[in-house]
T-cell receptor
């Protein structure tokens, strides 16, 4: 089974802190994604990576950056956390083929106070 | 611009009733894929099915069935004889042809009561 693991299930951070969300997948997938999920809005793509050190902005990249130094690990970085970044963050991975299904982690619920 | 709409916010049924979920994908593209995901209370999204826009044949897999109406870009997903374990949020997620990315609708919350 594909396993996508996010390092934390729940996080509470203070406004202005630099926050790292980590994601690891064990199926040698080329593609990795970060989404945020908010009620009534579904999932929105923040960033996407199709290879090591490669990244592409999604629909809502402002206030976020990402890092992919190794194929299995994709990190989401909040440079200076703000209260409007309180949300559920979901990591996903997929094979390098186009139009293929993505597999999701269990999510990290981040609260910024 | 492309837009995915799941007009139903919540559906509540009694066990063994059928549940049909609607999804409309507005796009100028004629070729695309559409995925359905389920998110149970535990939170992890589970992949259910992938369909493409150039195959209008309806399909059935166990208690799940789906049909696509090309004229209205409408994908309907039906759970037959619903069970309490089907209670979850269901998302449709279109993907443009030859793309890696998925967009997601707002989701439909299905509650199945015993």
């Amino acid at each position: 089974d594909v396993k996508v693991t996010q390092s934390s299930r729940y996080l509470v951070k203070r406004t202005g802190e630099k926050v790292f969300l980590e994601c690891v997948q064990d199926m040698d997938h080329e593609n990795m994604f970060w989404y945020r999920q908010d009620p009534g809005l579904g999932l929105r793509l923040i960033y996407f990576s199709y290879d090591v050190k490669m990244k592409e902005k999604g629909d809502i990249p402002e206030g976020y950056s990402v890092s992919r130094e190794k194929k299995e690990r994709f990190s989401l970085i909040l440079e200076s956390a703000s209260t409007n970044q309180t949300s559920m963050y979901l990591c996903a991975s997929s094979l390098g083929r186009k139009n293929t299904e993505a597999f999701f982690g269990q999510g990290t619920r981040l609260t910024v106070v | 611009a492309q837009k995915v709409t799941q007009a139903q916010t919540e559906i509540s049924v009694v066990e063994k009733e059928d549940v049909t979920l609607d999804c409309v994908y507005e796009t100028r593209d004629t070729t695309y894929y559409l995925f359905w995901y389920k998110q149970p209370p535990s939170g992890e999204l589970v992949f259910l099915i992938r369909r493409n826009s150039f195959d209008e044949q309806n399909e059935i897999s166990g208690r799940y069935s789906w049909n696509f109406q090309k004229s209205t870009s409408s994908f309907n997903f039906t759970i037959t004889a619903s069970q309490v374990v089907d209670s979850a949020v269901y998302f449709c997620a279109p993907s443009p042809f030859n793309d890696y990315k998925l967009s997601f609708g707002a989701g439909t919350t299905v509650t199945v009561r015993a």
